[in-house]
């Protein structure tokens, strides 16, 4: 059992290492510790290796090598004590659709060893509480998005769980859907003092939900912190500068090297990010230095830092050229297969 006075931390990963048929390398030596009653966000991009640590951290998958805990429990030596003290929304809805909302609610609390007026119990106070009392005799597959994901969290708490596994808890819900849903997570944190470990590639959704976020890129961590943490250890503005497609070739960053107040130069493609104590006051500087250098600027925009900002730091790339990357290499992985006229 995870026990809040001696400290222990609820979920405790070191080094996992795990490489699937083919060669894919999803962790190449993933750590995280998530504190008892605490929320931690892992951010990262489709492919980086969120999915994989939560298999790995619920028991759904054995690492190639490395060391985890879940409530105090070593995940490969002691598989079904983790599964007793952990509840677990994956990406795909594990309900039946067939069956009623209560239907797949008695059902979950019947495996985990509830039963009786205890599990009816139970079962009324999560379907009010995930505002699913109207609809809990009707199959779920007339459900909406968002009464499937409640649902699903639902699902997750039947058996009174230590720590919460929630894989991308908001992804393919239309925005006000979303925002019931965090509303929802914030509460059974605040409340409840549930330990959760949540995954997603939303920045806005790490940054609202999570009071640590580790920032995941290849298989691993690359940084952790608060949300405010990691926006502070970038001081000042970021500047980004829209190059016209002729100009961007010339454009190295040893053009803007050495600009006062200017550092952490990235160029992109056509995209030039820096950092600036004084965003606005660089900005005519910057424009001049690239002028002269042959590029021409299309746009300007001067910012606070955001998570972007440093995930381009810690990662080396935008957020959303690292989506671009993964999808690309999953359809690449996929062509030689429907070239044979194969399935996945
Ligand atoms: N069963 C599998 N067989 C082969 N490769 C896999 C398998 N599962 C995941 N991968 C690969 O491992 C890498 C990490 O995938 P993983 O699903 O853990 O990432 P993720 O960050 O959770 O992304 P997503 O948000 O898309 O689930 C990817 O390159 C993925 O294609």
């Known amino acids: 059992m995870t026990d809040r006075s001696t400290g222990a931390p609820a979920v405790e990963a070191r080094n996992l290492v795990k490489t699937y048929p083919g060669d894919v390398t999803a962790l190449t030596g993933m750590s995280l510790t998530v504190e008892a009653g605490t929320v931690l966000g892992l951010l990262g991009p489709n492919g980086a290796g969120k999915s994989t640590t939560v298999k790995i951290l619920t028991t759904l998958a054995r690492p190639d090598s490395g060391t985890a805990t879940v409530a105090g429990h070593d995940v490969l030596r002691h598989p079904d004590r983790v599964r007793r003290s952990i509840g677990v929304v994956a990406q795909r809805s ?4 067939m069956a009623t909302g209560r239907e797949n609610l008695l059902l979950q609390g019947r495996l985990y060893g509830l039963k009786g007026t205890e599990l ?10 995930f505002d699913l009392a109207d609809a809990a005799r009707r199959p779920v597959r007339g459900y909406s998005g968002g009464m499937q994901r409640r649902l699903d969290v639902a699902l997750g708490l039947v058996h009174r769980p230590e720590v919460l596994f929630l894989d991308e808890p908001t992804t393919g819900l239309d925005p006000e859907a979303r925002t019931a849903m965090w509303d929802e997570i914030a509460r059974l944190a605040g409340d409840e003092g549930l330990t959760i470990l949540l995954t997603t590639h939303y920045l806005e959704e790490a940054d609202r939900l999570a009071e640590r976020i580790a920032i995941v890129d290849r ?10 943490e990691l926006k502070g250890e970038l001081h000042g ?68 830092p955001s998570l972007d900002d440093v995930y381009l730091r810690y990662a080396g790339r935008r957020f959303a050229e690292a989506e671009a990357d993964a999808r690309r290499s999953a359809d690449e992985s996929d062509a030689p297969v429907l070239a044979a006229g194969g399935t996945r």
Do not use: K, N
């Open 94 to 97: 594990g309900a039946d659709p």
């Open 120 to 129: 009816a119990a139970r079962v009324d106070a999560l379907l009010d509480r």
């Open 219 to 228: 298989g691993r961590v690359v940084v952790e912190g608060t949300p405010d």
């Open 237 to 304: 503005d970021a500047v980004h500068l829209e190059l016209r497609a002729d100009g961007d070739r010339t454009v190295t960053a040893g053009v803007l090297d050495g600009l006062p107040g200017v550092r952490d130069v990235q160029i992109d493609g056509r995209r030039v990010s820096v950092r600036a104590d004084d965003g606005p006051a660089a900005v005519p500087a910057l424009l001049a230095a690239l002028e002269r250098s042959g590029a021409t600027v299309a746009a300007a925009t001067v910012a606070r």
